[in-house]
DNA sequence: ATGTCCGCTCTTGTATACAAGAAAAAGATT
DNA sequence: AATCTTTTTCTTGTATACAAGAGCGGACAT
């Protein structure tokens, strides 16, 4: 599915340093020294700087002229943005998998979601499998340039994603919700697997101040 | 609205090169070679890597390792994808901009279609015009973080767009059609805005045959 | 004439050297 | 003592030098 190791080593440093950022080394606002980059991956400047202008364009970092990258750093409301985007592509694509899903598209949901199952206790293995699932919708909506706009956007948002799981219940909530979005899936309705993605995925009411309570956290530590 | 000339001149190559994509001097396929561009912009290589990295990542061109950048070359398929998902953002963008609409609002959108009034004849003036038609309402939306990611979308799509125009009489539909989106949003009907342009962008039926003709022509250019 | 193998050239990928702006530190003035 | 100014240092931006893979062409064999 991924084009695993890139000969360059500015892939790798590029996917090396995404990890770091999604998993919390680099917290949003934190500065990326060139130098101490190239000291830490064994390589020069140059294959660093590739990798941050490559990020920079997809938006993980940001970089101000003269003055170096720093995690992009998010403000409430654009997070809340953010998560409206994404919440409306999640469900343009339980409406086109709706009208395409087949036998092994629902098989390969359903692995899935067995996956989220056997890891509700621990919140970051739960994460790495609710991915998975998603993923999985994208590519059911058998539009290729959506999945891969969906999985970009999913990446951009793993930092202050990662924290939401952490919300008392919110794994139980979405392991659910899952279900009841699959069961929708069978029955061929779009419209409701469309709004049961949607809500999903949007962060309106508690879940909002859940997010902005774990920015929080983000931004002390 | 645009951050003008940046300080360093990786991005002033990298807009130049937007437009020179943008408007067919390179056409998809063609090669990108770094020691050329270098010359061409009086730099040297350094800042060229640095902006066709960032264009890679936009997706506007492809980098295959050891073997250079190339302007990226979609596939009907690919494109009635990146169609569908633009025509989606953009409903998206008129039902939000239906809540929201104000005065001020309304009066830039009409703006915008006077100036795609005054350029009918001209396809390519008619075709700026339209994008800031469009960019419009991407801001009346109210969600900064859609309205970036849909002129990122609107950018990687202009050298094929550029072709509809010339289809014949699509100018005039284009502008009628505008006239309805428009009423739609003064109307406050988010639902019916929203599936006007929707079916304003979306490329299905004689339309699509018609960007597969564009694009034939465009290759053979 | 066609196909294959080997060497050459040309382009990309990486490292290093140098230039210039920004932050930080030291000094001067009130 | 505090603030403004100047100088120093540190980091980024750009150029150049070097290494190595990919493509091309010629020589050779069939």
Known sequence: MKNASQSNAAAKVREELENAIAWGEFAP????????????????????REALQQLAAAGLIEIRPR????????????LYEMFEVMA?????????????????????LQSAQAQCAR????????????E???QAIYRLSGNGF????AASLQKRLRPYRRLQLRVR?????????????IGHLEAGD????????????????????????????????
Do not use: K, W
């Open 67 to 78: 003055r170096g990258a720093t995690v992009a750093v998010a403000s409430p409301e654009r």
């Open 29 to 48: 606002g934190s500065r990326l020294d060139e130098t101490a980059l190239a000291a830490r991956f064994g390589v020069s400047r140059t294959p660093i």
């Open 132 to 134: 998975a699932f998603h």
């Open 119 to 130: 890891n509700r206790d621990d919140p970051d293995a739960y994460y790495a499998a609710n």
């Open 190 to 221: 779009g419209e409701a697997a469309a709004a049961a993605l949607r809500d999903h995925v949007r962060v309106q009411g508690e879940r909002f101040s859940d997010l902005v309570a774990s920015l929080a956290q983000l931004n002390a530590a």
């Open 88 to 108: 409306e592509l999640e469900a343009m694509c339980a409406r086109l998998a709706a009208r395409r899903v087949s036998a092994e598209g629902l098989a390969a």
């Open 146 to 149: 959506l999945a891969s706009e």
């Open 169 to 181: 219940n919110r794994v139980q909530t979405s392991f659910s919700e899952h279900e009841s979005i």
